[in-house]
């Protein structure tokens, strides 16, 4: 089972810098200095605009890209398990060696890195299969395979009656000994083995011209596809 370091993994991203400027409240008078009894302008006077001052103020935003890939794999990794740390380059200077080192060889950002290097670059690449690859978890609900061995008769008829049964998640078609792989899965974690072979029974040993079946049911499951 994954430690707590191992389930941490690193989203560099790259804000983008901008100067806003802001109304200053209460500055709607022009300053003016005072020698004798004759004003002298401001600043603001001899440029002859309005006499209100602005401030300028620099601000860090990410662009849509950017936001959607650290959206997506922020909600993946609660869903699975997992927490991201994510780092925006645009901010964390020099003294940040560690992101250098991290990103060495990094083409394009955003970039998600894992505890074993593995990583993903640029916003083409954060899809749900890529990003899962990098946070596999424990299954949540019993997965089972059963091979099945078929005698003869009708293999479209026996593949139609299979894919309806909702436990069955795949089918693959073998030469050899077995002539069906069958992929099962039962939503409740709690499912015993005994449950599992019942239903292989029941609902596939029955079925006619299957003559032999065999079932392994795993103790722990780990997997990198989506949940």
């Known amino acids: 089972m994954p430690d707590d370091e ?7 991203v790259e804000s983008k810098k901008a100067v ?6 209460g500055s709607l008078a022009p300053a003016t200095a005072q020698v004798g ?27 849509d890209e950017h936001a959607r890939c650290v959206a997506f794999t922020e909600d993946l990794a609660k869903r699975r398990g997992y927490h991201v740390k994510v780092v925006d380059i645009a901010k964390t200077g020099r003294l940040e060696r560690l992101v250098t080192e991290r990103l060495r060889g990094v083409s394009q950002l955003p970039a998600l890195v894992s505890p074993t290097g593995l990583r993903l670059e640029g916003p ?16 949540r609900s019993v997965r089972a395979f059963t091979y099945v061995k078929v005698k003869g008769g009708d293999f479209d008829r026996i593949r139609e ?24 899965e039962f939503p409740s974690a709690q499912s015993r083995k005994r449950e599992v072979i019942d239903f292989v029974t029941d609902k596939i ?4 011209d299957i ?15 989506a949940i």
């Not at 191992?6 to 560099?12: A, N």
């Not at 004003?39 to 603001?44: E, G, I, N, R």
């Not at 401030?55 to 860090?60: A, I, K, P, R, T």
């Not at 003559?211 to 596809?225: H, M, R």
Request: aromatic share 12%.
């Open 6 to 12: 191992s389930r941490e993994l690193t989203l560099y």
């Open 20 to 25: 806003t400027h802001f109304y200053r409240a």
């Open 37 to 63: 009894n004759n004003p002298l302008p401001t600043s603001a006077d001899t440029r002859g605009g309005d006499a209100s001052s602005s401030l300028g103020e620099s601000v860090f935003f990410l662009s």
């Open 124 to 139: 083409a690449a954060f899809t749900e299969e890529a990003v899962c690859e990098l946070m596999p978890t424990e299954l």
């Open 161 to 184: 009656v299979l894919v309806a049964l909702p436990q069955v998640k795949e089918l693959h078609f073998l030469t050899g000994d077995w002539d069906i792989f069958v992929v099962l």
């Open 205 to 208: 040993r029955s079925l006619p």
């Open 211 to 225: 003559v032999d079946t065999s079932t392994l049911v795993p103790e722990y499951t780990i997997t990198k596809f």
